[in-house]
């Protein structure tokens, strides 16, 4: 099989994992910038960050034959910070120039807050006027419900923002559906303890349909599972599905969400 992994974390992973990644089929990696498991202290943390997303960790992926994109921001949990945010924003225009950044994320909610709100509304506005793809993350648990509709609701106020290019990530049950009919893409995660597991995961795509749902792992430095994906297509050929089903989740809807920058490219 083949399949793209849109959304992991792999500076938080050794490099066992890129080799199993790779010979369980995947073909690219995107990684969005994220917590790095403390709040940093300073915009020069983020930029190191950021180098180290768009220069050293494609350098790894490419050992082992993977092509690795990224994403960049502050992400929401340290976004509380305005003045450290408004900082680390004011640093991105710089790596956006990199062949290898494909938008702005992950942008979005932790707790909800004005001041959370206030900085994911800058990152809006500075991706549509760099014409970037947007990647939202969204609340955890109880925070899950009120914190789409409040993304969806910024999102929509928003004349210039096109759904299409836009995917709403760590969608659930009760989520899903809000996202897809509002035109934007949703993005399934697959968690061991959290989140969607394989089971869930194809529940929902079942429910929901499969047209603008890509799966991703979102490993990280907690229990995650980087082959999270491929373990899922395992899911759906147990139910049945045709491999040509499979393929086109796993593998050609990233693909054609992703293809909307012009820089990935899949040798």
Known sequence: MRYIEPHAHMVSRVTDDYEAMRLAGCAA???????????????DGFYDYFCQLTDYEPKR????????????????????DMGLAREVIALIPEFLKRDNVLGIGEIGLNKN????????????DLAVRHGQLILVHT????????GTRLILDLLKADSRVEPGRVIIDHVEEHTVDMVLDAGFWAGITLYPESKATPARA??????????NIWLNCACDWG??????????ALEMSR?????????????????RFLSQSPRFRLS
């Open 202 to 211: 194809i529940d929902m795509v079942e429910q929901a349909g499969m047209r």
């Open 61 to 80: 992926a490419a050992k082992f034959g993977l092509p690795h994109f990224s994403w960049l921001c502050i992400n929401p949990k340290e976004s509380e």
């Open 223 to 232: 229990r995650s599972e980087p082959l999270a994906v491929p373990k899922t």
């Open 113 to 124: 807050t004005r001041n959370e709100l206030a900085i994911l509304q800058e990152h809006v």
């Open 239 to 255: 139910r049945g599905h045709s491999s040509e089903a499979i393929d086109h989740l796993v593998y050609g809807n990233p693909l």
């Open 29 to 43: 990696i995107c990684e969005p910038a994220f917590w790095a498991g403390f709040d940093r202290s300073s915009a």
């Open 139 to 146: 609340p955890h648990l109880e925070d899950k419900f009120k």
